[in-house]
């Protein structure tokens, strides 16, 4: 029944920007649902990037990219985006929308559905 369809990557420079977009269908209460961006690098675990409260009301980011990143929602249109700002070459990675199992949710292990993960890939 639910069904994360994201879109926004693609290639971008070393300093560019971008915005992925999450939209969400069938999760029932969007508000109640906490909203994160993880992402994996080649290698690498995958991690949180960023996430927003179920309100909007709360944000938090990886070290690596506060300050240069926001993520918001539009809980009308049960749409989350993250805007990445000033990207880096080591950016590059997959990135997964991720639906909280409640409003402030953001662990591995309170992950209710993972998108389908959408490549940014960060040129030199």
């Known amino acids: 029944q639910v069904q994360l369809v994201e879109s926004g990557g693609g290639s971008v420079q070393t300093g560019g920007s971008l915005t992925l977009s999450c939209a969400a269908s069938g999760l029932g209460t969007f508000v109640n649902h906490a909203m994160n961006w993880y992402r994996q690098a080649p290698g690498k675990e995958r991690e949180l990037v960023a996430g927003?409260?179920?309100?909007?009301?709360?944000?938090w980011f990886a070290d690596s990219v506060k300050g240069r990143w926001t993520i918001s929602r539009d809980n009308a249109k049960e749409t989350a985006y993250l805007q990445m700002n000033g990207v880096m070459p080591e950016e590059t990675a997959v990135y997964y929308c991720?639906?909280?199992?409640?409003?402030?949710?953001?662990?591995?292990?309170?992950?209710?559905?993972w998108g389908e993960g959408t490549l940014v890939t960060v040129s030199s």
């Open positions: 991720a639906v909280g199992t409640s409003y402030l949710a953001r662990d591995p292990w309170a992950i209710a559905y």
């Open positions: 927003i409260s179920g309100s909007g009301s709360v944000t």
